[in-house]
């Protein structure tokens, strides 16, 4: 849905590039900065120093910014890199003009990535509140028995879902678990944010029933936004996306510990 090379050239600002050598030094938690990875080789790691390849216009530093914390993942640079460079108060000036339903969906993002075992963010209830229940009889409910496929890693991303009743277990393309999911969240956003296909699968966890949002109504929300609030949201779908790789093998390798999983 979102294309960063586009977004990048719809940016009404002079944009800032870098260049930077593997033998100089470079700071990438800086909490007035973030960044987007042009060229080169960089990878991230997170505590347990699993890692994931960044490739190229994936971001660093998005959330952070937004937040003034410090980098989340790790990075190490593999090669000279050149990477597009962004003021952190310009993008939370620019988040904040934006329309209530669009600041909803960042923040449930923000609590993705920094919280993601807090259910009961309040960042749900926002999203609940500006966005979804304000098109409560326009969105199409579903329902599923237990181990119904709601989704599958390789689909096209046509619509994002909000739980009403029960519970989604979120399982990646390696067939390792990644989160359960519980009423009044929601999932999906990644892949269509991004307009790509499915990274993972969603699977019911007993009986469930969902509200799905169609890609129209998303696109619809964030089509007329400023192009560095789109950037925003591409590149927090982005970073959930290699966050929840990384978490994925390290929350399967503690179930193992644990013998939970053989």
Not at 181 to 197: H, P, T
């Amino acid at each position: 849905m979102l294309s960063t090379k586009q977004l990048i050239l719809n940016l009404n600002f002079r944009k800032k590039k870098i260049k930077v050598s593997l033998k100089n030094d470079f700071e990438f938690d800086d909490k007035n900065k973030a960044f987007i990875l042009l060229s080169g080789k960089v990878i991230s790691y997170g505590e347990r120093n699993y890692t994931q390849i960044l490739k190229k216009n994936d971001p660093i530093g998005f959330a952070e910014s937004i937040l003034a914390k410090k980098n989340v993942l790790k990075y190490k640079r593999l090669t000279d890199i050149v990477l597009l460079e962004f003021n952190a108060k310009n993008i939370r000036d620019a988040v904040n003009e934006s329309d209530i339903a669009v600041i909803a969906l960042i923040k449930y993002c923000l609590a993705r990535i920094f919280s993601p075992t807090k259910s009961s963010n309040k960042s749900h209830y926002l999203f609940e509140d500006k966005f979804v229940y304000k098109n409560w009889k326009l969105l199409e409910t579903k329902t599923y028995n237990d181990e119904a496929i709601i989704f599958s890693h390789g689909n096209e991303a046509k619509n994002m879902y909000f739980i009403e009743k029960g519970k989604v277990k979120l399982i990646s393309k390696e067939n390792k678990h990644i989160k359960v999911l519980n009423a009044g969240e929601s999932f999906g956003e990644i892949a269509l944010i991004r307009g790509r296909k499915r990274y993972n699968s969603a699977i019911s966890v007993g009986h469930i029933t969902l509200k799905v949002i169609k890609r129209a109504m998303i696109s619809k929300l964030i089509g007329n936004e400023n192009p560095l609030v789109q950037l925003v949201l591409i590149s927090l779908a982005k970073k959930l996306e290699i966050i929840n790789g990384i978490r994925s093998i390290d929350h399967h390798n503690k179930l193992q510990q644990e013998g939970l999983l053989i």
